[in-house]
């Protein structure tokens, strides 16, 4: 079969199943196998596709079908330009996350920063800001060391081994150095929230990652302490936040003695990141 009916049939499997991106995920596990650009997959469509390709392919529809993100399935999730390792040890990076990148990259730009990343999951926030920041060192945490794990294979993987660490500590315990910059993207659904959550979310990404308590808020708070005492005066709190969660996170920030810098919005102009100094 060749590459444009195949990718039909596949699409079409997938819509049956109520899946809305069903044409796109079809093209992206194919091209990811085939290990070509989803570009040349549309511009060839002619091309005969070999039947070690086609088992490869019916297994990871399958997958799909499942409600199986596309990026654990493909192994990975292209984050500021990037191609991250992603496993259901990480969370699967958001568009909104690189609102943060963009913002704090202007700020300290040529600047010798040290940064620390609570909660780095697969570790793309910290990288990404330390490959467009070439001066800086930064470290990452997690309480999962799978997560740790690939959060490393990422550092290699973008020639910034030398520049992070990472370690498998809990917020609480971690008491070491001070910071120009702390990034956070903790986990913020609150307990109420959860069950309204996708089943691509629910079933394969860390819940461990995604729960924020009873009002969501739990990690925000604990974020927020622990920089108070591990920023440098005049040092940057960059942290994400759910929807609706910016005037609660705003007066904790304000009451832990930071004064904010700027927020940012998503595309549903909720306020997704806020940024803020230590006064």
Request: net charge positive.
């Given at each position: 079969m060749n590459l444009e009916n195949t990718v039909k049939k596949a699409s079409q499997i997938l819509k049956n199943h109520n899946i809305h991106s069903h044409e796109l995920d079809a093209q992206i596990i194919l091209s990811d196998i085939m290990e070509i650009k989803r570009e040349f997959l549309i511009t060839n469509n002619e091309i005969n596709i070999s039947e070690k390709i086609m088992e490869k392919y019916d297994i990871a529809i399958k997958r799909r079908?499942?409600?199986?993100?596309?990026?654990?399935?493909?192994?990975?999730?292209?984050?500021?330009?990037?191609?991250?390792?992603?496993?259901?040890?990480?969370?699967?990076?958001?568009?909104?996350s690189e609102l943060l990148i963009y913002k704090l990259v202007n700020y300290f730009k040529n600047r010798r920063i040290n940064i620390l990343d609570i909660g780095t999951g697969s570790g793309c926030i910290l990288l990404s800001l330390?490959?467009?920041?070439?001066?800086?060192r930064g470290i990452g945490i997690d309480i999962?060391?799978?997560?740790?794990?690939?959060?490393?294979?990422?550092?290699?993987?973008?020639?910034?081994?030398?520049?992070?660490?990472?370690?498998?500590?809990?917020?609480?315990?971690?008491?070491?150095?001070?910071y120009d910059l702390i990034v956070s993207n903790p986990p913020y659904i609150a307990l109420k929230d959860m069950k309204n959550?996708?089943?691509?979310?629910?079933?394969?990404?860390?819940?461990?990652?995604?729960?924020?308590?009873?009002?969501?808020?739990?990690?925000?708070?604990?974020?927020?302490?622990?920089?108070?005492?591990?920023?440098?005066?005049?040092?940057?709190?960059?942290?994400?936040?759910?929807?609706?969660q910016y005037l609660q996170a705003s007066k904790i920030l304000k009451k832990n003695g930071f004064r904010e810098v700027s927020k940012e919005y998503d595309c549903n102009y909720n306020v997704r990141c806020i940024i803020s100094t230590k006064t």
């Open positions: 079908i499942k409600r199986e993100p596309v990026a654990y399935i493909i192994g990975k999730k292209e984050f500021w330009s990037h191609n991250f390792r992603v496993n259901q040890s990480t969370l699967i990076p958001r568009p909104e330390l490959k467009e920041l070439h001066l800086s999962s060391s799978k997560a740790i794990k690939t959060a490393k294979l990422n550092s290699k993987k973008l020639n910034l081994f030398y520049r992070s660490k990472f370690k498998v500590v809990g917020i609480n315990n971690f008491n070491i150095g001070r959550l996708s089943k691509d979310i629910l079933n394969y990404e860390p819940l461990i990652a995604l729960k924020g308590g009873f009002d969501g808020l739990d990690l925000i708070k604990k974020v927020i302490y622990k920089s108070k005492h591990l920023l440098k005066a005049n040092g940057l709190l960059g942290i994400e936040v759910g929807t609706n």
